[in-house]
């Protein structure tokens, strides 16, 4: 028998009214079963959302730092159990034990970041123009927010969107990906272990087709927080724009990284295996794009190719494994078919490009670590979201030709440049059209305490995490206030003389 998780609304874990379940799997080896969820309806929802409602104007009043309270003891909890999810992010998920222990890292971070909030919230206050009048403007909650993540990071992003939604004095509707229900479930077992009280926070489980855009356009949510496709997220941005609601969405990306001729390449090549084959090209940050100045093209690549053709396949719990599998079978047979496409528009694959089923592999879905040369930068593989681990390298004449290339997309997420000239490093971070550039580094791995966001198809609102235009001005309203003690009607703008 599988483990069966439940929804939670209104503080009680509760079934699904209809009974219909979902099963969780592990992609690296289809027959277990991670666990079973409710596969939710639009009663369900209804249910959440009413329960998010009535919990707000409690929530709300609460003060601030007695919410903080409440994520600081969430983050110790999450950090008590970060092995045990870990593993769990892993298993659901596919990626390697220490990225899914980094995974629940970055929601530790969240945590204690938002939990800090608590006491800060900060607003302004201004000199009033008039005598006896004070002038500030406050944070105040939206209400009741929709929450919709995706697979590819369990806990992370869940966190990055539940923790600044609570500390801001929001409740939520949760719908985490069908694909990783049960680490979704394990960590808002925490926030109800840390003391969220029941309403504020609500789980509903369900796939995004069924679920998700009656959640998102339901008339009780005031914002909706997405992270997911590119084609999803304008659809509801698109939907929730017409119906007067908040929102965020973080999209694809097709990041690049430029590796310049005076670049240390044994760095770059590293930068490029960990931003290109981490997370088997499974982040919305992946390095897909290398764009090599000519000068150094071929010797970057191979030395590229034979650290690549090291990495191992395999179960992300095995300590000999570096790629994990892709998520499911739909994700496979979309990036066989991005191999298809690219060698038929005349690209060098020069390094895998297949399923792998032997042995072992037979249970899961894996592609080898996959990297085509000579690719043209009006490719479709060049140009369109792949999210697996196929990198394509482009060849680029000097600076000004490699930022071209790099902003010739429609996305602008994350960019990179390996350079060690400054005036170079400049100029990229100057002109590089992307929300998160990189120098010397790859285009995955940001930190939480920074907004977190792209620019064109990448993000759509406002952006997530932390520091100034982070998530805490998605999840709150400005409101303005002036207070005149001065026993008498004072006239602004009229009576300054
Ligand atoms: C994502 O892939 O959706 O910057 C998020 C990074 C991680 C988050 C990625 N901190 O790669």
């Known amino acids: 028998m599988s483990e069966k998780f439940s929804n939670l609304i209104d503080g009680r874990w509760v ?13 690296a080896n289809t027959d277990e079963v991670v666990g079973v969820v409710p596969a939710s309806g639009k009663k369900d929802i209804d249910r959440a959302v009413k329960a998010a409602q009535d919990a707000f104007e409690g929530w709300r009043l609460m003060p601030a730092p007695k919410r903080g309270e409440i994520l600081f003891r969430a983050a110790e909890l999450i950090k008590n159990n970060k092995e045990e999810l870990g593993r769990l992010v892993t298993r659901e998920m596919g990626k390697v034990l220490p990225e899914g222990l980094g995974d629940v890292q970055e929601a530790i971070d969240m945590a204690y970041y938002m939990a800090g909030e608590g ?5 302004e206050t201004v000199p009033s123009e008039l005598p006896d009048k004070d002038c500030k403007s406050v944070r105040v909650p939206v209400g009741v927010f929709a929450l919709i993540t995706p697979w590819n990071f369990p806990t992370a992003i869940p966190a990055w969107k539940l923790f600044p939604a609570l500390i801001s004095g929001n409740t939520v509707v949760f719908k985490p990906s069908s694909y990783t229900p049960v680490a979704a479930t394990r960590l808002v077992g925490l926030l109800v272990e840390a003391g969220v009280p029941p309403g504020v926070v609500n789980l509903v489980h369900g796939t995004g087709d069924e679920t998700g855009e009656y959640l998102a356009t339901h008339p009780g949510v ?20 017409a119906l007067d609601k908040e929102i965020s969405c973080e999209m694809g990306g097709k990041n690049p990284i430029i590796v310049m001729d005076d670049a240390r390449l044994d760095l770059a090549v590293e930068g490029a295996l960990w931003g290109g084959f981490g997370t088997t090209g499974q982040r919305c940050t992946a390095a897909s794009r290398l764009i090599v100045h000519e ?9 590229f190719i034979n650290a690549a053709k090291k990495l191992r396949l395999g179960d992300g719990l095995l300590k000999t494994t570096d790629v994990g599998p892709v998520i499911n079978d739909s994700q496979l047979r979309k990036v066989l078919n991005y191999i298809e496409i690219g060698k038929k528009e005349g690209a060098r694959l020069v390094l895998g490009g297949n399923r792998r089923e032997d042995g072992d592999l037979k249970k899961g879905y894996f592609i080898e670590p996959t990297i085509f040369s000579e690719v043209a930068a009006e490719m479709r593989i060049a140009k369109e979201e792949i999210f697996g681990p196929v990198v394509s390298v482009i060849r680029a004449a000097d600076l000004k030709d490699a930022i071209g290339i790099a902003n010739g997309v429609d996305y602008g997420l994350s960019a990179s440049i390996y350079t060690r000239d400054v005036n170079c490093s400049a100029e990229a971070e100057r002109d590089l059209d992307a929300g998160i550039v990189y120098i010397n580094a790859p285009t995955i791995g940001a930190e939480i305490q920074l907004p977190f966001g792209g620019t064109k198809k990448s993000g759509l609102g406002r952006k997530e995490a932390g520091g100034r235009g982070g998530a805490l001005d998605m999840f709150t309203k400005w409101k303005v206030v002036y207070r005149d003690f001065s026993g008498r009607l004072q006239k602004a703008q009229i009576d300054k003389d």
Not at 222 to 241: I, Y
């Open 15 to 27: 079934d699904a009214g209809s009974g219909k379940t979902l099963k969780s799997l592990n992609p």
């Open 119 to 123: 006491r800060r919230l900060s607003g």
């Open 222 to 241: 005031k914002g909706v927080s997405f992270t997911g496709s590119t084609a999803v997220g304008e659809k509801l941005a698109k939907v929730c724009g």
């Open 295 to 303: 000068k150094v093209y071929d010797r970057f690549l191979e030395i």
